[in-house]
């Protein structure tokens, strides 16, 4: 465990410190969701429907645009060569990063939705289950978000590619994340699309890792 914490430390000090990417999709993040109302207009109440689904989006992009760091820096200066060597399971190095990733990225991003949540007009009510739905979706999208990076980690200019591949994977997601905000009439179908998406979730979560783990090991042969 020593070396799967040295991981994720090491991974964190790297996003935080190395130009300021974290800070990069923060920015992203609270600017795109800002944009809308301007785009929509002063409808309260439209932008008060419309706030989950832009918010999701607004996470969904900003997470696409910190994919490209996830393996690729690693790849480039030998560093994912030692970890392939290493005496944990690559599986366990990658859960690691994801880990790590997860907490520089998605998590910043859930504690500035508050922000957006009051440009967009949403109650609290609604604002603390929109948080309690990204907690619950973000871990997926990063996983999928891994896949991607994993399998363009070789490619030059990948990081175009990556996005395209995991899209398909990210929309399911998307959909249940968004529906799980749904009141009125409709709560029982909002309660079986938070399930729906912690189940996403957990399944990206078990498959995440021997996928990429295996990516990664394919690509450098």
């Known amino acids: 465990m020593k070396a799967f914490w040295a991981v994720v430390k090491r991974d964190i000090k790297l996003a935080t410190r190395i130009g300021g990417d974290a800070m990069t999709v923060l920015l992203f993040y609270v600017m795109v969701g ?25 996470a969904l992009l900003s997470l696409l645009l910190a994919l490209d760091r996830l393996f690729r820096t690693d790849h480039e200066d030998g560093s994912m060569l030692a970890m392939r060597q290493a005496h944990i399971p ?22 500035a939705t508050p922000l957006l949540a009051i440009l967009l007009n949403l109650d609290a009510d609604q604002t603390l289950k929109l948080i309690f739905t990204l907690i619950v979706g973000t871990p997926a999208l990063v996983c999928f978000g891994a896949i991607g990076a994993a399998v363009t980690v070789t490619i030059k200019r990948g990081g175009l590619i990556a996005p395209i591949l995991i899209l398909p994977l990210s929309i399911p997601t998307l ?35 021997f ?3 295996l990516a990664i090991k394919m690509g450098a042969e």
């Open 90 to 111: 690559l599986e366990m190095i990658v859960v690691a990063k994801l880990l790590a990733h997860w907490l520089t990225n998605a998590v910043p991003l859930i504690v």
């Open 34 to 58: 800002a944009i809308m109302p301007f785009a929509i207009g002063p409808d309260k109440v439209l932008l008060s429907k419309l706030g989950p689904a832009i918010i999701w989006i607004s």
């Open 211 to 213: 996928a990429a783990a």
């Open 175 to 209: 959909i249940f994340g968004v529906s799980a905000l749904s009141t009125g009439a409709i709560e029982t179908a909002s309660s079986s699309a938070l399930l729906f998406l912690a189940g996403f979730t957990l399944l990206a979560l078990v498959f995440t890792p």
